[in-house]
């Protein structure tokens, strides 16, 4: 039955009861469904036989569920281990003596970010579009772009202070210069709704562990349908194959679907905890999703600002994600702070990051400004 309501959608969440989450941008809360699909997937493990039939149909209904939270097919995804997998699977498909440009921004999550320098030794050029103030403007990324870009890649949030980034606005200079466009929805994706055909990017990755309601150790490779590689992807395995059961040790195939990408045996328990974490989101809507979570971002932030905290989060609704970014001299320690009193947060760099999902309330922000009081006034 559908969920109508954040209350609802709350009591999916064991967890909640005693514990207020504020770390949606590190990990989900765990929800219900995702604890019974492990519990089921141990189950599996003392089944008689080996019970691979089981684990590939939640490998392929976690890809199909997938596929539909972002209006893709189950073809154009490929299940890899994280993000920055299928950063290296799309980089390494391009031809950078052909078009060395490779543009992406500072506010790039770095493992990814990591990932496009590493092609410089295969001759890519990489720019790196600055932010200001926290923000990156549409103008700034299209200036970056020109006729030697092959590659750009812009995170739908980022994961530094929560600001949104301009993805559609990013895809049409790229799309004017010949540019193929890798987004990174992981700070984003399962509160923010996305639509591939609406964005037209060629590339989108997201692991499960975040807003997606999962586990580590899962992600999805989107790869528009009719994307064609320049060079063959480097690294592979056997279920990058036409017939992964096939066991040829002398064929070395490439389907035409995203499972390219693929590589060895995916993470089967994190397969069936990602299936589980998208249907808890299937069951309610994206937009009644966005517009909760929006409306709690205003409140923290308005809140937290006049308990006089620094926020470097954006002051503008429109560019701000599912989280909102406290200054702070100790992060880590106001964050182990908070969590004796039972509240999650995310401390990074110099910046205590806290996050929102359909299952929180105004009343956790209380919570939160209350228990921060508190520990300044210590």
């Known amino acids: 039955m559908p969920i109508d309501a954040p209350e609802r959608f709350r009591d999916r969440f064991p967890s909640l009861k005693d514990t207020v989450h504020l770390a949606s941008c590190s990990q989900g809360a765990a929800s219900e469904h995702m604890l019974a699909a492990l519990q089921e997937f141990q189950w599996s493990m003392r089944s008689h036989g080996a019970p691979w039939a089981a684990w590939m149909e939640r490998v392929d209904a976690a890809r199909a569920a997938f596929a539909a939270h972002i209006g893709a097919t189950a073809d154009e995804i490929a299940v890899v281990s994280c993000a ?10 391009l031809d950078w003596s052909r078009r060395p440009g490779l543009v992406t921004t500072d506010m790039e999550f770095p493992s990814v970010a990591h ?49 949104r980034l301009p ?40 692991g499960a562990l975040k807003y997606l309601l999962g586990v580590p150790g899962i992600a999805f490779l989107y790869v528009r349908g009719g994307v064609r590689d320049e060079v063959a992807p480097q690294l592979t395995g056997w279920f990058g194959r036409v017939d992964p059961f096939g066991f040829d040790p002398r064929t070395l ?36 999703v966005e517009a909760h979570v ?21 002051a503008d609704p429109e560019l701000r994600g599912p989280q909102v970014a406290i200054a702070d001299p100790a992060p880590d320690a106001t964050a182990a702070a908070l969590a004796e009193r039972r509240i999650v947060t995310s401390p990074r760099g110099t910046l205590l990051r ?23 006034a210590q």
């Open 84 to 93: 920055s997998e299928g950063a290296y699977q799309v980089a390494s498909t």
């Open 115 to 163: 990932v496009w320098l590493a092609q410089e030794r295969r001759g890519a050029r990489v720019c790196h579009v600055p932010d200001e103030d926290g923000v990156v403007p549409a103008r700034a990324y299209a200036d970056a772009v020109d006729a030697s870009t092959n590659l750009v890649s812009i995170p739908l949030v980022s994961y530094r202070n929560g600001v």
């Open 167 to 206: 993805v559609a606005e990013t895809v049409g200079a790229a799309r004017a210069a010949g540019a193929r466009v890798f987004v990174d929805a992981y700070q984003g994706l399962g509160v923010l709704p996305v639509d591939v055909r609406q964005l037209d990017c060629d590339y989108l990755v997201c």
């Open 253 to 288: 195939d490439f389907p035409d679907t995203a499972r390219r990408f693929e590589t060895g045996t995916p993470s089967i328990p994190s397969a069936y905890a990602a299936a589980a974490g998208l249907r808890t989101l299937a069951e309610v809507d994206a937009k009644d």
């Open 294 to 314: 929006r409306e709690l971002t205003a409140y923290a932030h308005a809140r937290l600002a006049e308990r006089g905290e620094t926020l470097a989060s954006p």
């Open 354 to 376: 806290v996050s929102f999902h359909y299952y929180n309330t105004l009343a956790d922000i209380d919570a939160l400004v209350t228990a921060l009081d508190d520990i300044r």
